[in-house]
């Protein structure tokens, strides 16, 4: 997967989350996936207002990014 379809399936899994009354709790991706998106957000640069910027190296929509050997990735309560 590209970084950009990695981010629209997790924020899809939101979405459908909260749909579902549920709340979003995690972020869960492979150690590729995480490499390949932290990789594709350095490329993009700096926001001028870092507060608005959904990607961190720890969190991804303001949600705790878990790392697990062969994930795909998706969102978990």
Do not use: N
């Not at 950009?4 to 991706?29: D, N, Q, S």
């Not at 996936?33 to 207002?49: I, K, T």
């Amino acid at each position: 997967m590209r970084p950009e379809e990695i981010i629209v399936e997790l924020w899809r899994g939101i979405r459908e989350m909260r749909e579902a009354g549920k709340t979003p709790g995690k972020v869960v991706l492979s150690p590729e996936a995480y490499r390949l998106v932290q990789f594709w957000h350095a490329l993009l640069g700096e926001l001028p207002d870092p507060e608005k910027d959904y990607i961190t190296r720890h969190s991804i929509f303001s949600l705790p990014v878990y790392i697990e050997d062969g994930a795909q990735a998706h969102v978990e309560e």
